[in-house]
């Protein structure tokens, strides 16, 4: 299946910074998830972005699927101790491949 | 609270054992999901059956059979495992179709180590 490369594959701010984790394809994708897994837990539905260009907003938390739909963001503006966890990215219909994550640590 | 069950939550086995795992949804998804995840890595693709039917094997060992009973139901039965596949095993699900479909609903996975 398709891979979509993720980075950063770490990141560490102090609450209240912002946070952004990207991922690239090389190919252009029908559609993009994104979950987020709690330390101990199990990955969590956040979004699924379709549509070229769409920007789609969850409190503090913004995803952006690119024009050429090659890409995607999300990022988390003024960062809480609560939105400690790893950030996956994933694509694909039946057969979902997860990116390699972007594990967010926050220094409260 | 997830809306998808795995038994058990922990398990530990040798290698000679035969063991399970069961999952249960009543979401009314008709498709069902094994993952396999490693510390620190995403979780991997192992099994999805649509409408109770097997339509994707990752090239799975057959040391891992899965088995759907029903549309509420998986299992993963275990046998003769190595060191090396102890992970967390998640269960999931999904709607086969429309907006939905392929949306997965995660369970809370069950962590199995292999002696």
């Known amino acids: 299946g398709q891979q979509v490369m993720q980075i950063p594959q770490y990141q560490h701010v102090q609450e209240g910074e912002d946070f952004t984790t990207y991922c690239n394809s090389s190919t252009t994708l029908s559609n993009i998830q994104w979950y987020k897994q709690r330390p101990g837990g199990h990955p969590v539905f956040l979004i699924q972005l379709v549509k070229s260009g769409e920007v789609k907003k969850q409190k503090r938390l913004t995803f952006q699927f690119g024009e050429a739909k090659k890409n995607s963001s999300l990022h988390i503006t003024a960062t809480q101790t609560t939105d400690v966890g790893t950030y996956f990215c994933a694509q694909g219909a039946q057969k979902l491949v997860f990116g390699q994550g972007t594990r967010l640590t926050i220094n409260p | 609270d997830t809306e998808v069950t795995q038994t058990p939550k922990h398990l530990v086995m040798g290698m000679t054992n035969k063991k399970s795992l069961k999952c249960e949804q009543h979401m009314g998804h008709r498709a069902m999901y094994w993952y396999k995840q490693k510390a620190k890595k995403p979780p991997e693709l192992m099994f999805v059956?649509?409408?109770?039917?097997?339509?994707i094997n990752e090239s799975v060992p057959s040391r891992f059979s899965p088995e759907c009973p029903n549309s509420s139901l998986l299992n993963l039965h275990l046998h003769a495992l190595q060191p090396e596949d102890s992970a967390l095993y998640l269960c999931?699900?999904?709607?086969?179709?429309?907006?939905?479909?392929?949306?997965?609903?995660f369970g809370a996975g069950s962590r199995l180590t292999v002696l």
């Open positions: 999931a699900s999904s709607q086969v179709a429309g907006r939905g479909a392929n949306v997965l609903t």
């Open positions: 059956y649509s409408y109770e039917k097997l339509s």
